[in-house]
């Protein structure tokens, strides 16, 4: 199938926001997630958006849904070095396993 | 944290030789699935399971078989282990393939082939 793309790397400073994009393929997609990979773990999920959402908002994390352009963004306001970890974006395709994209490398400068 | 546990955690073997990881689960979850995540790749699917005794292919299932015979057990098999296959496995359950729900993850297993 085609491939959900994310940027691999995002450096930013410690205090700043972080906005991590995501594009997907299936218009038809009912559910788009985004999950956390710290060094030496599993994946957990971090937030998801139902598609006819346009935002969700929680806490630090504001997650952006353009369904016309299949663009996904999660930005992480006040970044902290404990924020730094593996960010993958994954779109649901009916009933059939998740599709995860390459993920997005985020480290926090200090 | 979802109740999911892998073995081995680490594991090197040689070419040629036959591999079996296991994922343990306590949720009683329908849904099991293998995963291997390689730099450059990210996450992909390699078998999933919707039951007991009954599975499905991945993205990249070639020279990969597994096993379910109890709800809460998923057996992952390299027949011949190639240097290809060096990555860290997961496994996840869900309660359902449907979108709405969440994939729980097992803190993975590194597995190196030499």
């Known amino acids: 199938g085609e491939d959900v793309e994310q940027s691999l790397f995002l450096s930013v400073r410690e205090g700043d926001s972080s906005v991590i994009n995501c594009t997907y393929t299936?218009?038809?997609?009912?559910?788009l997630y985004w999950y956390k990979q710290e060094p030496g773990a599993g994946l957990q999920l971090l937030t998801y958006?139902?598609?006819?959402?346009d935002m969700k908002q929680d806490q630090r994390l504001t997650v952006l849904l353009n369904k016309k352009d299949k663009h996904l963004s999660l930005r992480i306001a006040d970044t902290q070095t404990g924020d730094s970890a593996i960010y993958f974006c994954a779109e649901s395709r009916g009933n059939t396993p998740l599709v995860f994209g390459k993920g997005t490398r985020l480290s926090v400068i200090a | 944290d979802a109740g999911i546990t892998q073995s081995p955690r680490h594991k090197v073997t040689e070419t040629g030789t036959p591999v079996t990881l296991r994922c343990h689960q306590t949720?009683?979850?329908?849904?099991m699935y293998w995963y291997r995540q390689d730099p450059g790749h990210g996450l992909r699917l390699i078998h999933y399971s919707y039951g007991v005794k009954d599975t499905d292919k991945g993205e990249v299932s070639d020279g990969y078989s597994v096993s379910r015979s109890k709800t809460e057990d998923f057996l992952l098999t390299l027949e011949s282990a190639t240097s290809s296959q060096t990555s860290v496995y997961f496994c996840?359950?869900?309660?359902?393939?449907?979108?709405?729900?969440?994939?729980?993850f097992g803190p993975g297993t590194r597995l190196t082939v030499t």
């Open positions: 949720e009683n979850h329908r849904y």
């Open positions: 299936d218009s038809s997609s009912t559910y």
């Open positions: 958006i139902f598609s006819n959402m």
């Open positions: 996840a359950i869900s309660e359902s393939a449907r979108s709405s729900y969440e994939q729980y």
